[in-house]
């Protein structure tokens, strides 16, 4: 991998992070087309993408550094300094509180699924293309549906759930955490931009928790060069992130999410017929 190869592979994993639609996807078919993925050992395309989210984990934290301290400090004040029922705590503990609960499940899901995720089907392009469009069906149904009521203050234990199981089908490539989980706060009546700030703030502790593991895992394989590479590609996937979080917050305001949808359903074709064509591989 090139320094050049390295600083579009952040651009890229920046911007899909939070757009729904799909990291995995673009990076996959970007490492194809650039060869980078090892057919031999694909857990180290799955250790480099997970490492370099670490990148947009910072861009959510300086984006929401006021929110999350606030969540942060009412969280343990709350809980364990004046120990109040659920019921009783303010905005800030009760979000705490649904983040760890939306969180649960993708922690269940891929530990249980790590050796699936991190092998060559995850890797397998007909699969990326068909959870683009499948999302894309879904979050078309969604916006069709919803009726865009509430507001982050209005989500329930249940809807937390909910919304952490879609976040969980973010770990099949192509699906995107951003995207399956604005579809999961659509269909629980969120409005467009409540969906994708509780999107954002849920994915901390997964984009954390992953991002952590894999880098200790990548350890074995990383040599100088390869560090470096990391270094640039999580430096720039920040940078990205940062633009991606702050342009998709103001577009959902007054607009849709039919512009991704169509743009998922294209592209999720195209890789088809790229594929058909034999331009590149499975």
């Known amino acids: 991998m090139t320094i050049i190869e390295a600083i579009i592979l952040g651009i ?33 395309w799955t250790s480099f993408i997970a490492v370099i989210q670490l990148g947009t984990l910072v861009s959510i934290l300086i984006y929401f550094w006021k929110d999350l301290w606030n969540i942060l400090v009412d969280f343990l004040k709350e809980n364990f300094k004046e120990r109040k029922s659920f019921s009783n705590q303010g905005f800030n ?17 891929g530990i249980l699924f790590k050796d699936l995720i991190e092998g060559s089907l995850t890797k397998n392009l007909y699969v990326i293309s068909c959870s683009l469009i499948g999302l894309a ?21 249940v809807n937390a759930l909910f919304i952490g199981l879609a ?43 992953s991002g952590l593991l894999q880098l200790y895992e990548a350890l074995e394989f990383v040599d100088s060069s390869m560090a470096i590479n990391l270094i640039i590609s999580t430096l ?7 633009i991606a979080i702050d342009f998709l917050l103001k577009y959902l305001r007054k607009n ?7 743009y998922r359903i294209a592209l ?3 890789i088809i017929i790229l594929l058909s064509a034999g331009i590149i591989s499975v």
């Open 12 to 44: 890229i994993q920046g911007f899909t992070e939070f757009l729904p639609i799909s990291s995995t996807g673009h990076l996959t078919v970007a490492g194809k087309l650039l060869g980078l993925i090892s057919e031999d050992h694909p857990e180290q």
């Open 93 to 109: 503990s009760r979000t705490g509180w649904l983040i760890i609960i939306g969180s649960i499940p993708v922690v269940i899901i």
């Open 137 to 157: 069906i879904l979050l078309a149904i969604a916006e069709k549906t919803a009726k865009f009521r509430k507001e982050i203050k209005d989500i329930s234990i």
């Open 167 to 209: 976040q969980a089908f973010a770990l099949i490539p192509g699906s995107s955490r951003s995207g399956t989980t604005i579809t999961g706060g659509l269909f629980v009546g969120l409005n467009r931009e409540s969906a994708a700030r509780f999107s954002f703030l849920l994915s901390v502790p997964a984009i954390l928790g």
């Open 236 to 242: 720039f996937s920040g940078i990205s992130g940062y």
């Open 256 to 262: 849709t999410t039919f512009l991704f949808i169509y």
């Open 268 to 270: 999720g074709l195209i």
